[in-house]
T-cell receptor, first 112, second 114 residues
Framework: RKEVEQDPGPFNVPEGATVAFNCTYSNSASQSFFWYRQDCRKEPKLLMSVYSSGNEDGRFTAQLNRASQYISLLIRDSKLSDSATYLC?????????????FGTGTRLKVLA | DTAVSQTPKYLVTQMGNDKSIKCEQNLGHDTMYWYKQDSKKFLKIMFSYNNKELIINETVPNRFSPKSPDKAHLNLHINSLELGDSAVYFC?????????????FGDGTRLSIL
């Protein structure tokens, strides 16, 4: 099983739709979780950190489910500008070495 | 006032050459990283330095040699470039080595080997 897994998509949704992505992780001791957005041929940009109680930033909501070992990202009222690849990042916190493990990304296309 | 800056942005060179990529961060972070993103878009960690100390060294050919003169700089030197080295190389930094804070990325160096 991969350390971090995402559905590659693409998710094609109309403008205004609500869309959700999940990301599963294998290491139950993982402590830190993030969602990044990457536009074509650009650098990953932090979208939001994911907190245990869940958190919201405008149209974006992130949730953590430790029991089932996944995090989710919900985007409400999708905009054309939301089209991008969304990367899930997990820090598995193995002793002594802290690495950020990236998922392969979920591609979102918001259609007019 | 770019937070993490890499140079050059584009690098086109021939097989067998030696090249360097530079990275600087002005965020006051302790930890810096090099990632490789290949044509399949997978971001893979190569190296990480914390306060000039190498802390992560993934299975990378020894043609790749990172150097950190101070905690704000992390450079990557590549010897004897091969076709398979063509990729986008991203530098990143984070506040510390514990991974509790997010990383910030430079805008990448697109390396093409002819």
């Amino acid at each position: 099983r991969k350390e971090v897994e995402q559905d590659p998509g693409p998710f094609n949704v109309p403008e205004g739709a609500t869309v959700a992505f999940n990301c599963t992780y294998s290491n139950s001791a993982s402590q830190s979780f993030f969602w990044y957005r990457q536009d074509c041929r650009k650098e990953p940009k932090l979208l939001m950190s994911v907190y245990s109680s869940g958190n919201e930033d405008g149209r974006f909501t992130a949730q953590l489910n430790r029991a089932s070992q996944y995090i989710s990202l919900l985007i409400r009222d999708s905009k054309l500008s939301d089209s991008a690849t969304y990367l899930c990042v997990v820090n598995p916190t193995t002793s002594g070495t802290y690495k950020y493990i990236f998922g392969t990304g979920t591609r979102l296309k918001v259609l007019a | 006032d770019t937070a993490v800056s890499q140079t050059p942005k584009y690098l086109v060179t021939q097989m067998g050459n030696d090249k360097s990529i530079k990275c600087e961060q002005n965020l006051g972070h302790d930890t810096m990283y090099w990632y490789k993103q290949d044509s399949k878009k997978f971001l893979k960690i190569m190296f990480s330095y914390n306060n000039k100390e190498l802390i992560i060294n993934e299975t990378v050919p020894n043609r790749f040699s990172p150097k950190s003169p101070d905690k704000a700089h992390l450079n990557l030197h590549i010897n004897s470039l091969e076709l398979g080295d063509s990729a986008v190389y991203f530098c990143a930094s984070s506040q510390d080595r514990r991974g509790r804070q997010p990383q910030h990325f430079g805008d990448g160096t697109r390396l093409s080997i002819l």
